[in-house]
């Protein structure tokens, strides 16, 4: 079936880095956009990052431009996120998403938390 | 950027009465590029809407999207007790695309 599974996330400390993963299965990942989204502890959703099939287009949030970049692999089907230079406002669930149009399809999310 | 402003706060509501959602936006959203989402405690949001009044796969018709411009509704014609949750509107015709505060939909 059509999956998004996440990975990656944990326990870092103020100015570390973490690579988040997401693996996608049940549809052919190259054709489609995808983001990452995230939700602080009781919080709304703040979406973080897009990137086209190709990787040639590429936006972010602009509360993580130039500390985060996303990337994919469209030969392992499988979309990433590299955090550097963590601050505490960055603890959240963060989901990746499928994005034809609106955000389809949604990771279960894995969490981030930053903290000394 | 587009902000997206959502009302009421919270809804207290019995199951089988209806629910009405409102989300504003600071401009207008192009195409009628707007999603609803509908999120439950300690799971990831699902889509309900997209384009403002088209179904997600496998959301049932008791849910329905209306608006255009500024001024979009969700409506939830009798309430089920799986529908109590959060919902969140976003807007994706223009970068970045952004979420609602959303709207907590409560048992009375």
């Known amino acids: 079936q059509v999956q998004l599974v996440e990975s990656g996330g944990g326990l870092v400390k103020p100015g570390g880095s973490l690579r988040l993963s997401c693996a996608a299965s049940g549809f052919s990942f190259s054709d489609y956009y995808m983001s990452w989204i995230r939700q602080a502890p009781g919080q709304g959703l703040e979406w973080v990052s897009y990137i086209s099939t190709s990787g040639n287009t590429i936006h972010y949030a602009d509360s993580v431009k130039g500390r985060f970049t996303i990337s994919r692999d469209n030969a392992k089907n499988s979309v990433y996120l590299q955090m550097n230079s963590l601050r505490a406002e960055d603890t959240a669930v963060y989901y990746c998403?499928?994005?034809?149009?609106?955000?389809?399809?949604w990771g279960q999310g894995t969490m981030v938390t930053v903290s000394s | 950027e587009i902000v997206l402003t959502q009302s009421p706060g919270t809804l207290s509501l019995s199951p089988g009465e209806r629910a009405t959602l409102s989300c504003r936006a600071s401009q207008s959203v192009s195409s009628s590029y707007l999603a609803w989402y509908q999120q439950k405690p300690g799971q990831a949001p699902r889509l309900l809407i997209y384009g403002a009044s088209s179904r997600a796969t496998g959301i049932p018709d008791r849910f329905s999207g209306s608006g255009s411009g500024t001024d979009f509704t969700l409506t939830i014609s009798r309430l089920e007790p799986e529908d109590f949750a959060v919902y969140y509107c976003?807007?994706?015709?223009?970068?970045?695309?952004?979420f609602g505060p959303g709207t907590k939909v409560d048992i009375k």
């Open positions: 998403a499928r994005a034809p149009h609106a955000f389809d399809i």
């Open positions: 976003q807007q994706y015709g223009s970068s970045p695309p952004g």
